[in-house]
């Protein structure tokens, strides 16, 4: 039978590795079933196709696709060439090696064969065939009723085999990223219980569970024998569950509900509805209807995801920014690759098919550096709080908060290596008159200038603090009473030489100070204990009402050697 043949043969050896859908000539069923005979006269038509991109894609759901392309084999010897066909949902694949009229094999194949009945155990539909020299006429029916997408790769046996490995490192090094984040995020999530951890680590999870459906990997490792249909079901599901996660990730990460209400409320229904629509789909097996929701549903994932970072960028929201171009890029990854895939305007290839992964790993990553930074800023906002409930708003020196929690450690030293500690509580004098007198504000002044003053007067390792009131305190480690005592007179003298002026004559201002401490690591006739510490503030406290008592403006110390 003489052919009329359009697209150039394939010479072998020669033709290392390709996608050769440039290669090929090919037409669609009108309406019934073709045998290879017919197709065979088909071919012999005007009404042939030849395709002018790597990949040929027809769309979804359409009729059956013939293909027919020749290899020459130029040498005198056996050429060993794979022949794969690089979309995993095909449903059923036939091949017909022929040479002149002689049919040389017969190959079906596809994910409607359950796997041990393909010719490969492959992710997918694949052969290996033996070219004789001379020319060998290779045709082709596929039917599915999914993406008819069809690349069709051909390649020396040993480029295949680099090429299968050069993939596993590439899904590993993508999958392992992914896995990754999605676990560090799981376990941020376990112990911070905040929900953007979470829906973040279920969209990579479920990203990653779709590519390896998508891919055609999962189907070859764990799900290999569920039956014809049951991968095209599946990848349809795995593309809107990482949809879902992913858009409820973002109105929690962005915090929608705060000033974009009506989007907010758009993105849940989308996320409810239209998976409901593919589930009564599944029930009623209406995989076309449902495959089209879950396109639908992928490109309103794509559209509001940036649509929200826009709300997010105007509304002035932290990370708004850098996840409005993060979206950006993956919304345009996945929209090629979904394009692609249904044979809408981007044409199929390598490049094409794997947009989507590129762009989702690229995202992943800026995403995770959201999260990490929004946790950072989180960690600060605490660090930030606990500041403030240890610090006087006034004054802005420690509380009594402050106090303790700067002495706790430092006392638990003191009375281990048995040191002295004294304290000096510092009580402003007539202070009642000056606010009286001169107003609250004034009284806030001579506060905060009191609080300047002691914080001057202390040294270093000194802790300072407003004990309430007009009442400060200071904690003076490795200090024994009589030192303390003679700091505290320091301090007094200090106080005395506050300038504040007020209409135009200078405020007097004195404090009364009350002085405890140990001496040779005893207080009280008692080694320093944990409890000490306030027994020595109330022996302070009564020093102090000495000193108001005895004519203010003193120090005053209670001789704990003395006191029982
Ligand atoms: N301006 C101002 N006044 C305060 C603040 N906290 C407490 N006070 C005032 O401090 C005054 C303390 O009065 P008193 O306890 O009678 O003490 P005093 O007048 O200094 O008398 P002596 O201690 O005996 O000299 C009260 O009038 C409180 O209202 C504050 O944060 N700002």
């Not at 039978?1 to 290669?23: H, L, Q, V, Y």
């Not at 959201?370 to 946790?375: C, E, G, V």
């Not at 609250?440 to 007067?457: P, R, V």
């Not at 109330?538 to 000495?546: F, G, V």
Request: glycine share 6%.
């Amino acid at each position: 039978m003489a052919f009329k043949t359009n697209a150039a043969a394939i010479s072998i050896p020669d033709f290392k590795e390709g996608t050769i859908g440039a290669r090929v000539e090919y037409f669609q069923e009108a309406d019934k079933p073709l045998s290879l005979a017919q197709a065979q006269k088909n071919f012999t038509t005007s009404s042939i196709k030849t395709g002018s991109n790597q990949s040929i894609s027809l769309g979804i759901n359409v009729a059956p696709a013939w293909l027919k392309f020749t290899v020459l084999n130029n040498s005198s010897t056996l050429q060993k060439y794979r022949l794969s066909i690089e979309t995993p949902w095909l449903d059923y694949i036939d091949t017909w090696l022929t040479s002149g009229k002689q049919v040389l094999k017969h190959i079906p194949g596809g994910d409607g064969y359950p796997f041990e009945q393909r010719p490969m155990a492959y992710r997918f539909y694949a052969f290996e065939h033996n070219f004789e020299p001379g020319q060998t006429e290779v045709y082709i029916r596929i039917e599915t009723k999914g993406p008819m997408a069809i690349p069709i790769h051909f390649s020396a046996k040993e480029h295949a085999i680099k090429r299968d490995i050069s993939a596993g490192y590439q899904y590993g090094l993508l999958y392992g990223i992914m896995a990754a984040l999605a676990l560090y995020n799981l376990v941020l999530y376990v112990f911070i219980k905040q929900q953007e951890y979470g829906l973040y680590s279920l969209y990579l999870i479920g990203f990653i569970l779709n590519s390896l459906s998508y891919t055609g990997q999962l189907h070859t490792v764990i799900t290999y024998d569920f039956g014809a249909y049951f991968q095209d079901w599946l990848d349809i599901f795995l593309m809107i569950t990482y949809s879902i996660a992913g858009l409820h990730f973002t109105r929690t990460l962005l915090k929608t509900k705060e000033y974009a209400l009506k989007l907010d409320g758009i993105v849940t229904k989308a996320t409810i509805l239209i998976p409901s629509g593919m589930l009564v789909g599944f029930v009623f097996n209406q995989l076309f209807f449902s495959m089209l929701l879950a396109f639908l549903l992928n490109t309103c994932f794509v559209i509001l995801f940036i649509v929200m970072g826009f709300k997010a960028y105007y509304a002035n929201r932290p990370f708004a920014l850098i996840f409005l171009f993060s979206s950006v890029t993956a919304a345009l990854c996945i929209t090629v690759s979904t394009l692609a895939v249904a044979g809408i305007v981007v044409p199929y290839n390598d490049y094409t098919f794997k947009a989507i992964e590129v762009g989702m790993a690229l995202e992943a990553i800026l995403l995770s550096l959201i999260l990490a930074r929004q946790f950072r800023s989180a960690q600060l906002d605490k660090v930030i709080a606990e500041e403030y409930a240890r610090t006087d708003s006034l004054t802005q020196i420690n509380n009594r908060r402050g106090f303790h929690s700067q002495i706790n450690p430092i006392w638990q030293n003191i009375t281990r290596k048995k040191r002295d500690a004294s304290i000096v509580l510092i009580d402003i004098d007539y202070f009642k008159k000056f606010n009286d007198n001169h107003g609250h504000n004034t009284g806030d002044k001579i506060l905060t200038a009191l609080a300047t003053c002691i914080t001057k007067a202390c040294r270093k390792g000194d802790i300072s603090a407003r004990w309430g009131g007009e009442e400060f305190i200071i904690f003076l480690p490795e200090t024994p009473q009589e030192q303390a005592k003679l700091q505290a007179e320091r301090i007094r003298q200090e106080i005395e030489t506050i300038e504040l002026i007020l209409d135009g004559n200078k405020l007097l201002i004195t404090a009364s100070l009350g002085v405890a401490g140990s001496h040779n690591g005893m207080f009280n006739h008692k080694n320093l204990a944990p409890d000490t510490l306030e027994s020595m503030i109330n022996h302070a406290d009564k020093a102090l009402y000495q000193a108001k008592k005895q004519g203010k403006n003193q120090v005053h110390v209670v001789n704990s050697r003395k006191a029982s």
